[in-house]
């Protein structure tokens, strides 16, 4: 699928952030924390001073975080140039 030589990080474990400037922000993490455990997946909620290199912009200071370690992730830039070199080839 990708170029070749091409590599595209991919992990594991993914940090949900709420700021101030969505209100719905907190109802949406208790809404992933609920899904991940309907589906049997731990979800734990942590502190934003937590977050490792979390350092929010002024007026979007963090007001809750949820730790997903099952949670999957790939790094989308990596992977649009990987298959936009495969196009192009």
Do not use: C, K
């Amino acid at each position: 699928m990708a170029g070749e030589g091409a590599s595209i990080r991919a992990g594991q474990s993914t940090v949900i952030v709420a700021n101030l400037v969505n209100a719905a922000d907190r109802d949406n993490l208790a809404a992933m924390a609920d899904a991940a455990r309907a589906y049997g997946l731990p979800a734990e909620s942590m502190a934003p001073e937590d977050v490792p290199g979390l350092r929010p912009a002024r007026g979007h200071e963090a007001v809750g975080a949820l730790f997903l370690p099952a949670e999957g992730w790939i790094d989308a830039e990596g992977l649009l140039a990987a298959l936009d070199t495969s196009v192009r080839t």
